[in-house]
């Protein structure tokens, strides 16, 4: 799916699902043209990037998708139908593993995404009236290594040096209560600017930060998160990494 869906009927399907092709003959796989999410059929919808803020997969069968402008939305694999969750946004930022040991999602949060936090999505495919709270107090403390995903405007007339960014975060699920949080930074270099507009577009390099992390139940049944070992992973200029698979 696109991370700003349109509607039906343009050059570019902006959902689709691979399938494997039903005739015994054909041993391959086609991507079939899914609906995208109601929404985008309203009369005063405006496409705008980046207006899907999370996503996740919920059970066999169903994705739940959030709007910052539409709320939550939840699509029905099986039946390939939509329906509205709630007009809230889900609590984490991009997407959130299901770690099966322990029954919850893991992710970032939206408040701060320097924040890992848990949450129980198995009941978000239908309407509710509020989004999923926190399941466990524990999770929602854990600080990822680095600086988030905001950033400062800055001071005028001064010589702003290096500046760090995050332009993207993640969690990936590695088995047995094991996660990876991987967060990708781009890093600029300039001399003295006095004007708000300027750019840091001179001497950049690109890196990514990759913490490891275990979730363990402690004997009061709370979940605790252990930091292990975070790596630095630098990838020079030319190579700009989007994404953690």
């Known amino acids: 799916m696109a991370v700003s869906p349109h509607p039906d009927g343009v050059t570019e399907r902006s959902f689709e699902a691979l399938v494997r092709c039903k005739k015994p003959e054909l041993d391959d796989c086609l991507w ?15 496409h705008v990037v980046g207006d899907t803020c999370a996503y996740a997969a919920v059970g066999n069968s169903h994705i739940l998708l959030s709007s910052m402008r539409h709320g939550t ?72 290594p680095g600086p988030s995903r905001r950033r400062a405007r800055p001071s005028h007339a001064i010589d702003l040096g290096e500046f760090t960014e995050v332009y993207s975060s993640h969690v990936i699920h590695l088995g047995d209560s094991k996660l990876c949080v991987a967060k990708l930074y781009k890093v600029s270099r300039r001399g003295t600017c006095t004007e708000y507009c300027c750019d840091f577009e001179s001497d950049e390099r690109n890196f990514a930060v990759l913490t490891g992390v275990e979730v363990v139940r402690g004997h009061d049944d709370e979940l605790r998160i252990i930091r292990h070992k975070s790596q630095r992973y630098s990838f020079g200029e030319r190579y700009i990494p989007t994404s953690v698979l």
Do not use: I, N
């Open 73 to 144: 939305y939840s699509f029905d694999t099986a039946r390939a139908t939509w329906s509205k969750a709630g007009d809230w946004t889900l609590p984490f930022s991009d997407h959130a593993e299901f770690v099966p040991e322990h029954g919850l999602w893991f992710g970032l949060s939206a408040a701060d995404d320097g924040v890992l936090g848990a949450w129980d999505l198995s009941s978000s495919t239908v309407q509710q009236p509020e989004p999923p709270p926190p399941a466990h107090p524990g999770c929602r403390e854990f600080a990822v």
């Open 32 to 46: 079939r043209p899914m609906p995208p999410p109601p929404y985008v059929h309203a009369a005063d919808y405006k």
